[in-house]
C-alpha cells in the first residue's frame, strides 16, 4: 500500500530508510530509477516514485510520514 509519492529517488529513500528504521518492511515502485529520470524528467512528467509498506502497517507509516511533512516526527 502506498504511504508517500516523490518526484525523485534520493527523498523516496530518505523516508524509506525512516519506514525501516522504524521497523516497517518498505519497498520503493519502481524499485529504482535512471538519473535521467530521477528528479527533472521525472518531474516535468508527472512521474512519481511509491514508497509501499503492507497493508497492516500502512495506518502507522501514514502517521509517521505525515510527522515528518508536518516537522514534527521525533
Known amino acids: 500500500m502506498p504511504v508517500a509519492q516523490y518526484t525523485d529517488m534520493e527523498s523516496a529513500r530518505l523516508m524509506a530508510g525512516l519506514l525501516e528504521s ?3 518492511e518498505v519497498v520503493l515502485d519502481p524499485p529504482d530509477v535512471t538519473s ?3 528528479g527533472g524528467m ?3 512528467l508527472g512521474y512519481r516514485i511509491k ?3 503492507l497493508e497492516h502497517r500502512q ?5 509517521i510520514v505525515q510527522g515528518v511533512e508536518e516537522g514534527r516526527h521525533r
Open 51 to 53: 514508497v509501499m509498506v
Open 22 to 24: 522504524e521497523g516497517i
Open 42 to 44: 521525472a518531474r516535468v
Open 59 to 63: 495506518t502507522e507509516a501514514a502517521e
Open 36 to 38: 535521467s529520470w530521477d
